[in-house]
């Protein structure tokens, strides 16, 4: 069984930067694809980032210009780092993690609250 714990969440100006961080606990977690889903006020949930037990990553094309996925197998965790923030990043970020073949994410975060706000 996978835990992810996740950190790094808060409220910051737009223009600014926030490093989100998901630490997993549990076994083979190498194989795991990883990513991050968020989901803002009136709005659907949306895939944000992912990246493949092999390193290639994936980002929605409104971050793929601010936002970097990133992973560190040997600490068990997952990055999110990111940079000039707009209000419309507003959201709970849900980290996820999946084993490599199958679709739908097996393990969630609890989220964590990113406010991007004046």
């Known amino acids: 069984q996978v835990q992810l714990v996740e950190s790094g969440g808060g409220l910051v100006q737009p223009g600014g930067s926030l490093r989100l961080s998901c630490a997993a606990s549990?076994?083979?977690?190498?194989?795991?694809?990883m990513g991050w889903y968020r989901q803002g006020p009136g709005k659907q949930r949306e895939l944000v980032a992912d990246i493949t037990s092999f390193g290639s990553t994936n980002y929605a094309d409104s971050v793929k210009d601010r936002f970097t996925i990133s992973r560190d197998n040997y600490k068990k965790t997952v990055y999110l780092q990111m940079n000039s923030l707009k209000p419309e990043d507003t959201a709970v970020y849900y980290c996820y993690a999946k084993p490599s073949g199958e679709v739908t994410p097996r393990y969630w975060g609890q989220g964590t609250q990113v406010t991007v706000s004046s």
């Open positions: 549990g076994s083979i977690f190498s194989i795991y694809y």
